[in-house]
C-alpha cells in the first residue's frame, strides 16, 4: 500500500542555515504530495504540494521537488529563521481520496 | 470563507459518555476526513468521506462513528468514551478534480477539538 516515511527528528539548526529534512513514498499511480506544518498548539497549515513529477513547491522561502524517479519529495530552505520552529509532515494524497502522513519532524531553530 | 470550522475546541468527559465532534467546511470540497494525533504518533486517520453519501474506515475506526450528513458537514461520534481516546482531533476537506494540467488537490484542517477523556 501507499506510505510515507519522512526523517526523524528532532532537527535543531543555527539561525540561517540550510534545512533539508528528507520525504520518500511509496505508491501506485502518481499521487500529490503535500507539506504540512504544525506551529505549537496550532492545528495543520498547507504549506506546500506538487500534483505531478518534476513540479516544484514554494512558499515562505520552502520548496519541495516531486522526484519520481527516486519517489522523494524533501523539503528544503536556504536559510531558516527562529520562526521556522515547528513539526514538519510529509503527506501523500491518492486519487483514491485518502491521505497519508509521515510522522512528522520537529525543527528548532536557535538564534 | 470560514475555511474548516470545528466545535467544540476543547471538551473534557468522563468514561462511558458519549459526544458527537462537528466539522464543517465552507469551500465546496468534496472530501473530508477525521484524524487524531497523539503525542510522538503523528495523525492517524481515523474515518474519511470521498465525497457526500459515502464514508470509509481509516487506520483507527475502533471506537468511533461518522456521518456525512451534507457536501458541507462531517461529524464524528464516539458513543462510549475510553481514556485511550484522549486526543486531539482533526478534521479536514480536500478538494480533488480536473483534467490535465488543471489538475487540482486543495486541502486544509480545522483548528483541532482537544478531547480528554478521564
Known amino acids: 500500500g501507499n506510505s510515507v516515511t519522512q526523517m526523524e527528528g528532532p532537527v535543531t539548526l543555527s539561525e540561517e542555515a540550510f534545512l533539508t529534512i528528507n520525504c520518500t513514498y511509496t505508491?501506485?499511480?502518481?499521487?500529490?504530495l503535500f507539506w504540512y506544518v504544525q506551529y505549537p498548539g496550532e492545528g495543520l497549515q498547507l504549506l506546500l504540494k506538487?500534483?505531478?513529477?518534476?513540479d516544484k513547491g514554494s512558499n515562505k522561502g520552502f520548496e519541495a521537488t516531486y522526484r519520481k524517479e527516486t519517489t522523494s519529495f524533501h523539503l528544503e530552505k536556504g536559510s531558516v529563521q527562529v520562526s521556522d520552529s515547528a513539526v514538519y509532515f510529509c503527506a501523500l494524497g491518492s486519487s483514491a481520496s485518502k491521505i497519508i502522513f509521515g510522522s512528522g519532524t520537529r525543527l528548532s531553530i536557535r538564534p | 470563507n470560514a475555511g474548516v470550522t470545528q466545535t467544540p475546541k476543547f471538551q473534557v468527559l468522563k468514561t462511558g459518555q458519549s459526544m458527537t465532534l462537528q466539522c464543517a467546511q465552507d469551500?465546496?470540497?468534496?472530501?473530508m476526513y477525521w484524524y487524531r494525533q497523539d503525542p510522538g504518533m503523528g495523525l492517524r486517520l481515523i474515518y474519511y468521506s470521498a465525497s457526500e453519501g459515502t464514508t470509509d474506515k481509516g487506520e483507527v475506526p475502533n471506537g468511533y462513528n461518522v456521518s456525512r450528513l451534507n457536501k458541507r458537514e462531517f461529524s464524528l461520534r464516539l458513543e462510549s468514551a475510553a481514556p485511550s481516546q484522549t486526543s486531539v482531533y482533526f478534521c479536514?476537506?480536500?478538494?480533488?478534480?480536473?483534467?490535465?494540467?488543471?489538475?487540482?488537490?486543495?486541502?486544509?484542517f480545522g483548528p483541532g477539538t482537544r478531547l480528554t477523556v478521564l
Open positions: 505508491a501506485t499511480g502518481y499521487p500529490s
Open positions: 469551500m465546496n470540497h468534496n472530501s
Open positions: 506538487a500534483t505531478k513529477a518534476d
Open positions: 479536514a476537506s480536500r478538494l480533488l478534480g480536473g483534467q490535465g494540467t488543471s489538475w487540482a488537490d486543495t486541502q486544509y
